[in-house]
């Protein structure tokens, strides 16, 4: 149990356009959905907090108006990169934790977007 | 920002040996886990350990946490080439459930 996937597992867009990359629990529900950023060799940065019905929790330094969060259903969370840029480009992940966790930190990461923007 | 710091940057070993390696923290936390990242994909947890716990097996995993040294190590023993990967350190605190990953380790195993 705890899967998690993500869609698309990779993307190419033209520079200008928008992108979204759908989040899912397939087998639980996730109160909290967490969306990270990775670049080539390095760690992955949190990009932002998302909990079912509310607005996103955005980390210092990252944009809410161009990185759209959206976290609609427990098995569903959304991430739209809009007007994208080649600086955008990047290995875009999602984790969710499960609303009956035991632990704390328990979370369960999908396999990885990877945007590239020409 | 960034609150693990592993070392070393990249460990080139040969089927058999062991590999170890090292995460630092900044400040106190609830958990200290490890996960395993293959090359362009995403992030298998491996181990989760508790701040009152000192060490914790698991397979051919052995992880240590020093919470008065702010440090915590990872030990694989009679590596594999499968075990290439890159290895992640991801610090918890109390009542959040974010996580804050450390920069990571690139371990390669050589046939």
């Known amino acids: 149990g705890a899967v998690v996937s993500q869609h698309p597992s990779w993307v190419i867009c033209k520079s200008g356009t928008s992108v979204k990359i759908e989040c899912r629990s397939l087998d639980f529900q996730a109160t909290t959905m967490f969306w990270y950023r990775q670049f080539p060799k390095q760690s992955l940065m949190l990009m932002a907090t998302s909990n079912e019905g509310s607005k996103a929790t955005y980390e210092q330094g990252v944009e809410k108006d161009k990185f759209l969060i959206n976290h609609a259903s427990l098995t569903l969370s959304t991430l739209t990169v809009t007007s994208a840029h080649p600086e955008d480009s990047s290995f875009y992940i999602c984790?969710?934790?499960?609303?009956?966790?035991?632990?704390?930190?328990?979370?369960?990461f999908g396999p990885g977007t990877r945007l590239t923007v020409l | 920002s960034q609150q693990g710091e592993e070392d070393p940057q990249a460990l080139s070993i040969q089927e058999g040996e062991n590999a170890t390696m090292n995460c630092s923290y900044k400040?106190?936390?609830?958990?200290l886990q490890w996960y395993r990242q293959n090359s362009g994909r995403g992030l298998v947890h491996l181990i989760l350990?508790?701040?009152?716990?000192r060490e914790k097996h698991s397979g051919r995993l052995r992880v240590t946490l020093d919470t008065s040294k702010k440090s915590s190590s990872l030990l694989i023993t009679a590596s594999r080439a499968a075990d290439t990967a890159s290895y992640f350190c991801?610090?918890?605190?109390?009542?959040?459930?974010?996580?804050?990953f450390g920069k990571g380790t690139m371990l390669l195993v050589s046939p």
């Open positions: 350990i508790r701040s009152n716990e």
């Open positions: 991801a610090t918890g605190n109390s009542g959040y459930s974010t996580l804050t």
């Open positions: 400040t106190s936390i609830n958990n």
């Open positions: 984790s969710a934790t499960r609303a009956s966790g035991r632990a704390y930190n328990e979370q369960f």
